[in-house]
């Protein structure tokens, strides 16, 4: 999605737009444009493509000025172009825009700005915000803000520049991501925080319908009114390393690396003797009793990891869980009530359709749960109850440790749930944490082993289809490697169940099509087996995933990937980590921009 970055200080602006803007990159997009203010002259260059195109120009041309606002555009409305990046400038006067977001009745703003006398030259719906805010500009260009968003439906993050009224940034947020970053003589605004991790820790994470006023100075968070809203400072932990490749190609090979830390960090402080507990968690035994229903909603990998929660739920808690995926859970008619209970899962904390979800549930009397992994993110402040991952700032595009450590957190709510149900055993108990505490040195061994994954990429990236197989939680696993793989390689993949196989799939099994099984389900194994015995009879090449230890029939499988032997409700982490290095050197093989694959965007902030 659109990145956003703003700044007022005293040094060169498009030193921090630039650098801002890098960090922002993991958010996809396919142009970025700045905005300078100079001596009541406001400068935009702009340009299709990677950031380097607008920095290459910004190193021959050099944009003077200490005031300015950056982009780095997703196309929504109109394709990828040099006129419709952003920033966009009014027509008339001098005020100048970066926006992320969707204005939804931008048709009918632009059509009554036409008769007021506008023109536009893209076909963006953000052209109209400029204009808009002209149309209502009488010298004050917070008070001209406030009156073009009254008008603007839909979801924005903005950063407003103006000539005629220098030295200032005006911003504002509704339903898309913004923070304030406070420095010494010197603000920044921007879509989150990597961008601004190097300047200052200490920021303002801005609520919907906040407006600030950016000045040298500081920033002052204003209501609509202009009346002063008195906001807490909040104060980054992580280093700026964090948000930096530390020596890998990739920030996705860096952060496959991090699991085994990112898995004990979330362990840390949610189990002891008395078993596992949540800080800050006020669901009883009581509120459980009179749940008439558990929904688990999210999208993409954090759907696939509320599959996973759903089975560790019913196992440990004996209590029912569906899992949807939010923009369908969203319009249909859930049968929501004041007696449910919403678990959301979102890594970043501010994909459009699960925030809409978890407000729609509100709005019910649902109670909410959120697991998320970003402090400070929409989701996590609005949910009555939030499960953090520990993961750190995950970059690039493909997620992983956030789906490992949602997986993990996922056991843990099962076996939280079914201490407060009294349905966990003290045996049970004790294996999964026993279990779970061993996961980062399980992964460790994945790692070392890499490199033979990399030889099942060398035959997977001459392929044009890939069929992931698995039954019970490996069929959630088989979801998420398959989406992996697609996402990075644009290889062509489908997942399957293994029993669903004869109801149609099988059709497409033909000489050579490459099949992966995962067969990590003790008591599902022989069934694995004979499934793919079925797709190796039409010809299929078939690559398992099993224990190390395990007996099974090589005859079956043209490779087998051995992973460590752990409990079966865990092992999808363990080969989740294979499943990714699998994706990650298949994209290389095939010389693909692993961070930032074609048409993603990391943070989904629009519907
Ligand atoms: C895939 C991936 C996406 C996200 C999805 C939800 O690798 O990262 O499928 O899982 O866009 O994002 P969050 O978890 O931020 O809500």
New binding site residues.
Partial sequence: MCGIVGYVGKKRATNFLIDGLSKLEYRGYDSAGVAVENDGKVTVVKHKGRLSNLSDDLDKNVLEGTVGIGHTRWATHGEPSDINSHPHKSSKGNITVVHNGIIENYLELRKWLKEQGYEFKSQTDTEVVPNLIHYYYEGDLFKAVVKATERLEGSYALGVICGDDPDKVVAVRKDSPLIVGLGEGETFIASDIPAVISYTRNVYLLDDNEFVLVTRDGAEVLNSDGSKIDKEVYKVTWSADAAEKGGYDSFMMKEIHEQPKAIRDTLTGKISNNGVSFEGFNLTKEDLDGVDRVYIV?????YHAGLMGKVAIEKFAKIPVEVDIASEFRYREPLVTNKTLLIT????G??AD?LAVLRDCKKIGAKTLAITNVVGSTISREADNVIYTMAGPEIA???TK?YTTQVVVMNLIGMYFGQLMGSLTNESAKELEEALTLLPEKIEEVLAKKEELEEVAKILAKEQDVFFLGRGVDYALALEGS??LK?ITYIHSEAYAGGELKHGPIALIEEGTKVIALLTQTKLREKMVSNIVEVKARGAETIGVAYEGDEIDESVFNKIVRIPKVLNMVAPVVAAVSLQLLAYYTAKEKNFDIDKPRNLAK??TVE
Avoid: F, I, P
Avoid at 298 to 302: M, N, P, Y
């Fill in positions: 999210a999208c993409g990998t954090a899962v979102s890594q970043s501010e994909t699960t595009v493909a997620s956030a989406l992996k996402e943070s989904v």
